[in-house]
């Protein structure tokens, strides 16, 4: 299965737009990418998932690099309520294998400031 | 639509107590699983389930039973609680061919 490596915080200005990068140079061609995201206390909440097209959706953009090496995941106009930890996944869909075994790493906390 | 239900949400165990941890979820949901969370961590795979009567094991297993008698309910017992057991459970369920899970809103649990 694909790791991924993501930075382990980042900070963005309330207005502006949060760009969180994400790599997973050993994404195998079935792969999809997921982002969640964390906000302190509360359980993971799914955002937005993709395989190789850029994808967007009510809450954020995903945009996945041609070799799909890596994506970057946009919050296009950060608020104070975006402030969380965002885990970018990589599993293949269908039974078994890393479907059924989701692992989490420890994500980007990202503090979006007044 | 309560989704994914957590019981309780708070818990103070002494080392050695039993308790159980309860999941609930209304969605139809072939899977199941719970996953830990210690401070400055990810969230680290317990056990899942892909339906009534399966269950596996994930990362973390050891001191945790768990079955599926049901395709609502995924109980977690801890038989003989231990400090290292003090964390913050998540209870998550998806259907199997999707890649989207659905958390509950967790349950801290401290061990003396």
């Known amino acids: 299965d694909a790791k991924t490596t993501q930075p382990p915080s980042m900070d963005c200005a309330e207005g502006r737009a949060a760009n969180l990068p994400c790599n997973h140079s050993t994404i195998s061609g079935n792969e999809y990418v997921y982002w969640y995201r964390q906000i302190h206390s509360q359980g993971p909440q799914y955002i937005i998932h993709g395989l190789k097209n850029n994808e967007t959706n009510e809450m954020a953009s995903l945009i996945i690099t041609e070799d799909r090496k890596s994506s970057t995941l946009i919050l296009p106009h950060a608020t104070l309520r975006d402030t969380a930890v965002y885990y970018c996944i990589v599993r293949v869909l269908g039974s078994g294998g890393s479907n059924y075994k989701l692992t989490f790493g420890k994500g980007t906390l990202l503090t979006v400031n007044p | 639509n309560a989704g994914v239900t957590q019981t309780p949400k708070f818990q103070v165990l002494k080392t050695g107590q039993s308790m159980t941890l309860q999941c609930a979820q209304d969605?139809?949901?072939?899977?199941m699983s719970w996953y830990r969370q210690d401070p400055g961590m990810g969230l680290r795979l317990i056990h899942y389930s892909v339906g009534a009567g399966i269950t596996d094991q994930g990362e973390v297993p050891n001191g945790y039973n768990v079955s599926r008698s049901t395709t609502e309910d995924f109980p977690l017992r801890l038989l003989s609680a231990a400090p290292s057991q003090t964390s913050v459970y998540f209870c998550?369920?998806?259907?199997?061919?999707?890649?989207?899970?659905?958390f509950g809103e967790g349950s801290r649990l401290t061990v003396l």
């Open positions: 998550a369920s998806k259907t199997l061919m999707s890649g989207e899970l659905f």
């Open positions: 969605m139809n949901h072939e899977y």
